[in-house]
């Protein structure tokens, strides 16, 4: 048999492959009947309990942050197939982000190919934030709002000029072969580090995220816009005043972080050592009371959103630096 012959054997072969392959996976294409979103979401519609058991939100919030999103999920139908309505790919995120379940798991679940949901899960989380984040996340832009943080700082923390507390916390992820050893951290595993500064209702001000889990929180805070914003003054924080009527000292306002961050005018952390007098261990005591609520907040993220409680498997575009 000559080359010529052998070449029309194998076009041949690969024809008849290509005439088996299907357009959609047999599990895929009775999404519409047996999936998740059209079985189940109902039922989970008619009881608002199990409905946040599964979601870990509301029925309005998931609602309305449906029309936030909405527009900007929407695709069009074409003649090939049926595009994936913006509910059912905001329903499969945040089933995903709510329970910390793998990819293969929702595949079917909810009928929907591999692939896809990588794909949804990508495109969803980034509409969110681009959409949301100035809206729920936004760096406060007067006098007005940082005073109002630090009364909260000084009713609850009983800590006066408090603006903020800030720490990193690694986000665990999935070694790839292709990444050095600049993600291993301090305690042995891959990551990266998101950085935070919360105020005292454990909301996030300002975060970080992106950065090498060798890296530590210090450094990290000295290379973010957040700390060139409070060097050159444009954070509009308010002037150094007395702690109280009475008093002459001015005090600034300030950030308070643990032990791994260097002392400034505005950030501020506890006294080392063990053998310290008792004005130093009542400061101590009062700077752990507002730092404590950047841990918290931590804590908060991390049983609300249960992906964080497992290695993440990034994709390759996933290790962009993000400041904001």
Sequence with gaps: MDVNSLAILYWYYRRQRRRKRLWLNPIVQRRSTVG??????????????????????????????????EKDLKKRDTNMRKSI??????????????????????????????????????EVTN????????????????????????????????????????????????KSNQSGSMYINYKNFFSIVLLAVVDSNY??????????????????????????????GSLDL????????????????????????GLHYNLLRPYGGTHLDKNKRIFNYRLTRARRY???????????WRIFHRPLFPRKHQYSYLDS
């Design 36 to 69: 998740a979103f059209t079985t189940l979401m109902q039922q989970l519609r008619n009881d608002p309990q199990i409905f946040f058991n599964y979601f870990r939100m509301t029925i309005p919030t998931f609602d309305n942050l449906l029309k936030k999103v």
């Design 294 to 304: 950047v841990e918290c907040a931590f804590g908060i993220l991390a049983n609300k």
């Design 203 to 232: 909301r996030f001000i300002y975060i970080s995220v992106g950065s090498y889990g060798k890296e530590c929180d210090s450094s990290i805070f000295k290379e973010c816009t957040f700390w060139k914003r409070l060097n050159d």
């Design 127 to 174: 509409v969110i934030w681009n959409n949301l984040h100035q809206e729920f996340m936004k760096l406060p832009d007067t006098k007005y709002e940082w005073e109002q943080i630090a009364d909260a700082f000084n009713t609850k923390a009983n800590f006066p000029h408090c603006i903020g507390a800030v720490d990193g916390k690694h986000i665990r992820l999935k």
């Design 85 to 122: 309505r913006p509910e059912e790919k905001l329903a499969i995120c945040i089933r995903y982000l709510a329970s910390g379940c793998s990819f293969m798991e929702l595949h079917y679940t909810y009928r929907v190919g591999v692939s896809t949901i990588n794909s949804i899960i990508v």
């Design 238 to 261: 308010p002037e150094a005043r007395p702690l109280s009527t009475g008093l002459e000292s001015r005090v600034p306002f300030v950030i308070v972080g643990d032990e791994g961050f």
